[in-house]
């Protein structure tokens, strides 16, 4: 498990620490308009990209299974039937964005001048939008072969360009937000360029060699789409929950949108760290359940489970002392560091809260078992609404205190899920593979 995930956890807190150098460059920018206006657009992407996220996970899920079942053949057609799908979707986007990204970013809110920012970023943005998706995939199938530290170097070196392409942009070339736009494209151009030459360095070790026949293979894309739609239909509630969160937030003044936008920033530190075990867990447990080896399976989830509980405690106790300290460094705005300091108690407490459901996202991801993640995420998007109604007196506190709920129904729901198979449907497959 540290094996796996230590490089993962470096790949992935590097996301975040991208965010929040962006942060802490627009941060200290003598106008908020600029902060909020990366704050939307960020968002944006958020739903647009990770819409399909479930390009990473479902091929990494699949991809394990593959790599237990020994099928590099299978693995290899996966590979690029997920790449097409990603071109297509990230050309289509490109096509829509005229009319797509100026209605999102006036359906999520803000300040006029903040959206008018906002969709100027966009615009810019949403030309990676092929290589982002195609990363997406390279990513899942090379965390699928256990291959994390390719994993790492292909993160390291997107987001290490994207730091030092948005310092120069922005605070050499003075371009504010568009700058941190037209950072990210270039990186994410020159990781799919470093992804496509590692995999095909890579392929020379599996057993089969690639073929554009392979894309036509109807039956595996079937079972593609099979895992994919429930795993499409879980991040759209996801995305919805955060970008409402962010739309409330805007509708509350441009203050409240960046110090939630400065917390927020912090949330995804912690999340990253923590699926870092979570991803090493799906590509375990895939593995396992590949070679219908479900005591290996178990004993992948324990060590995920004691990993991502002693991060999370790390994290509270981190954010409970040094909160304060943290906000300044992201922001030098004084109304913006009162406010994000009134709501920073809700910081503390949500990576103990939160810790289960990435590591159940993990666990079923691996198990190729992506109904119950939809079923969990859309239950807690029933809690989240009505909660956030009915403390709308609460104002800004409201809104949390309703994020929050959602994070423990998602833990609570899909833990209970995962005792109830691995006591049954789990434990009868560990039963017939001994039998057998």
Same mark, same amino acid.
């Given at each position: 498990?540290?094996?796996?995930?230590?490089?993962?956890?470096?790949?992935?807190?590097?996301?975040?620490?991208?965010?929040?150098?962006?942060?802490?460059?627009?941060?200290?920018?003598?106008?908020?308009?600029?902060?909020?206006?990366?704050?939307?657009?960020?968002?944006?992407?958020?739903?647009?990209?990770?819409?399909?996220?479930?390009?990473?996970?479902?091929?990494?899920?699949?991809?394990?299974?593959?790599?237990?079942?020994?099928?590099?053949?299978?693995?290899?057609?996966?590979?690029?039937?997920?790449?097409?799908?990603?071109?297509?979707?990230?050309?289509?986007?490109?096509?829509?964005?005229?009319?797509?990204?100026?209605?999102?970013?006036?359906?999520?809110?803000?300040?006029?001048?903040?959206?008018?920012?906002?969709?100027?970023?966009?615009?810019?943005?949403?030309?990676?939008?092929?290589?982002?998706?195609?990363?997406?995939?390279?990513?899942?199938?090379?965390?699928?072969?256990?291959?994390?530290?390719?994993? #790492?170097?292909?993160?390291?070196?997107?987001? =290490? @360009?994207? $730091? &030092?392409?948005? /310092? !120069? *942009?922005? %605070? +050499?070339?003075? #371009?504010?937000?568009?700058?941190?736009?037209? =950072? @990210?494209? $270039? &990186?994410?151009? /020159? !990781? *799919?360029? %470093? +992804?496509?030459? #590692?995999?095909?360095?890579?392929?020379?070790?599996?057993?089969?060699?690639?073929?554009?026949?392979? *894309?036509?293979?109807?039956?595996?894309?079937?079972?593609?789409?099979?895992?994919?739609?429930?795993?499409?239909?879980?991040?759209?509630? *996801?995305?919805?929950?955060?970008?409402?969160?962010?739309?409330?937030?805007?509708?509350?003044?441009?203050?409240?949108?960046?110090?939630?936008?400065?917390?927020?920033?912090?949330?995804?530190?912690?999340?990253?760290?923590?699926?870092?075990?979570?991803?090493?867990?799906?590509?375990?447990?895939?593995?396992?359940?590949?070679?219908?080896?479900?005591?290996?399976?178990?004993?992948?989830?324990?060590?995920?489970?004691?990993?991502?509980?002693?991060?999370?405690?790390?994290?509270?106790?981190?954010?409970?002392?040094?909160?304060?300290?943290?906000?300044?460094?992201?922001?030098?705005?004084?109304?913006?560091?009162?406010?994000?300091?009134?709501?920073?108690?809700?910081?503390?407490?949500?990576?103990?809260?939160?810790?289960?459901?990435?590591?159940?996202?993990?666990?079923?991801?691996?198990?190729?078992?992506?109904?119950?993640?939809?079923?969990?995420?859309?239950?807690?998007?029933?809690?989240?609404?009505?909660?956030?109604?009915?403390?709308?007196?609460?104002?800004?506190?409201?809104?949390?205190?309703?994020?929050?709920?959602?994070?423990?129904?998602?833990?609570?729901?899909?833990?209970?899920?995962?005792?109830?198979?691995?006591?049954?449907?789990?434990?009868?497959?560990?039963?017939?593979?001994?039998?057998?």
């Amino acid at each position: 498990m540290w094996r796996l995930s230590w490089p993962i956890i470096l790949s992935n807190i590097s996301v975040p620490l991208l965010g929040l150098v962006g942060t802490a460059v627009i941060g200290h920018l003598p106008d908020a308009r600029y902060l909020g206006a990366v704050t939307l657009a960020t968002t944006l992407f958020n739903m647009l990209f990770w819409a399909f996220g479930f390009l990473r996970m479902g091929t990494t899920g699949l991809t394990s299974q593959a790599h237990g079942r020994r099928h590099d053949n299978e693995a290899r057609a996966l590979l690029l039937q997920s790449l097409a799908l990603a071109v297509s979707v990230g050309v289509a986007l490109i096509v829509l964005s005229p009319w797509l990204v100026p209605a999102a970013v006036r359906l999520i809110g803000g300040a006029p001048e903040v959206q008018a920012l906002a969709i100027s970023f966009a615009h810019i943005r949403i030309f990676s939008a092929p290589a982002v998706l195609s990363n997406y995939v390279i990513l899942g199938w090379f965390l699928g072969q256990q291959r994390a530290r390719t994993t #790492l170097l292909l993160t390291i070196t997107s987001n =290490a @360009a994207n $730091v &030092a392409l948005t /310092l !120069a *942009l922005v %605070l +050499g070339a003075g #371009l504010h937000s568009d700058g941190v736009a037209w =950072a @990210a494209l $270039v &990186a994410d151009y /020159l !990781a *799919l360029g %470093l +992804g496509i030459a #590692l995999v095909i360095r890579h392929s020379h070790r599996l057993s089969s060699q690639f073929a554009l026949g392979m *894309l036509g293979n109807m039956e595996r894309y079937r079972a593609l789409f099979q895992v994919n739609k429930h795993l499409f239909i879980r991040t759209l509630a *996801l995305l919805f929950v955060n970008s409402f969160f962010t739309s409330r937030g805007a509708a509350s003044g441009t203050t409240i949108l960046a110090a939630n936008a400065v917390l927020l920033e912090f949330i995804m530190l912690t999340s990253y760290a923590l699926d870092g075990f979570a991803q090493a867990g799906e590509a375990l447990t895939g593995r396992a359940a590949g070679a219908q080896r479900f005591d290996q399976f178990g004993a992948a989830v324990r060590a995920c489970a004691r990993f991502s509980v002693y991060t999370s405690l790390g994290a509270a106790l981190i954010f409970a002392l040094a909160g304060p300290w943290l906000i300044d460094v992201l922001t030098s705005i004084d109304a913006v560091r009162q406010a994000a300091r009134e709501y920073l108690p809700w910081l503390v407490a949500m990576p103990v809260i939160a810790v289960w459901s990435y590591l159940m996202d993990g666990v079923f991801v691996g198990a190729i078992a992506t109904r119950p993640m939809r079923d969990t995420l859309l239950l807690s998007v029933a809690v989240f609404l009505p909660v956030w109604y009915l403390s709308q007196g609460l104002g800004n506190h409201g809104l949390w205190l309703a994020f929050t709920l959602f994070m423990v129904v998602r833990s609570v729901s899909l833990s209970a899920i995962y005792v109830h198979h691995r006591r049954g449907i789990w434990a009868d497959a560990a039963t017939r593979h001994e039998l057998h």
